[in-house]
């Protein structure tokens, strides 16, 4: 499996799915890349002013909202949604959406068996404090120095926020996949080639969407600290 790329989350155009329910508000749907015989999906969704609600479906979800703002009321309370907000939920999670302005989000579903939890949010991932950070294990250049802040692990997803300083390392993705949304920051990814091909390389600036998939290996070169909203899913 190849990495997949989208260069602009907010400017990605997008395929109307339109309301069930001509009652409820207008959505459309893109970028619905499906992996494991369906069970995985990842993309970006919009849905303009309305309300709607129900019980999702059998899967885990996690997504970041990327414009608009909106309230989705459930059991335990409620959560304001606007751009930066980091939130997952659990299988079967019955809610009220109401959508105030028109509202994007990128978002990753797992399909696939798992047991129930409960949701989790975080107001804001671009500006949330992350812990003290600590040095790259392994360095090509610079003194990168990174940290992260775990929201939701769960079944086979793990959600976070990940903050990197200037430099140049190494990666691997062994056993699991990542999609990630950059909200600050630029930075270069260079993903190495199967078999002697040629790689492939991605600019990193805000609003970047990549998924970068198990088996994959390459470096980061970071030019201005970067930081992410990660979804990590295990193979």
């Known amino acids: 499996m190849a990495a997949m790329y989208t260069p602009s989350i907010l400017d990605t155009p997008l395929q109307p799915t339109g309301p069930v329910d001509p009652t409820q508000p207008a959505r459309a749907l893109t970028g619905d890349w499906p992996f494991l015989d369906g069970e995985l999906q990842i993309g970006v969704w919009e849905c303009t002013p309305g309300t709607f609600g ?20 459930h059991d335990s309370g409620s959560f304001d949604l606007a751009p930066g907000t980091l939130w997952t939920t659990p299988r079967q999670w019955q809610c009220e959406w109401q959508v105030h302005q028109t509202v994007r989000k990128m978002y990753v579903i797992d399909h696939r068996s798992g047991a129930p939890d409960l949701a989790t949010h975080l107001a804001n991932a671009a500006s949330v404090p992350l812990p003290d950070g600590a040095p790259r294990p392994v360095v090509i250049s610079g003194d990168p120095v990174e940290a992260s802040l775990s929201t939701w692990t769960h079944d086979r997803l793990a959600v976070g926020v990940w903050e990197c300083t200037p430099g140049e390392f190494p990666f691997c993705r ?38 970068t998939p198990s088996g994959c290996s390459g470096r980061w070169v970071v030019h201005e600290t970067v930081r992410k909203a990660y979804v990590t899913i295990a193979d």
């Open 54 to 73: 129900g019980t999702t479906g059998d899967y885990d979800e996690a997504m970041l909202m990327v414009g608009g703002r909106a309230t989705v009321t």
């Open 174 to 211: 062994d056993g699991y996949q990542e999609v990630f949304c950059v909200l600050a920051g630029r930075g270069t990814l260079h993903i190495d080639g199967a078999h002697g091909a040629q790689g492939m390389v991605f600019s990193l600036v805000p609003g970047v969407v990549i998924l």
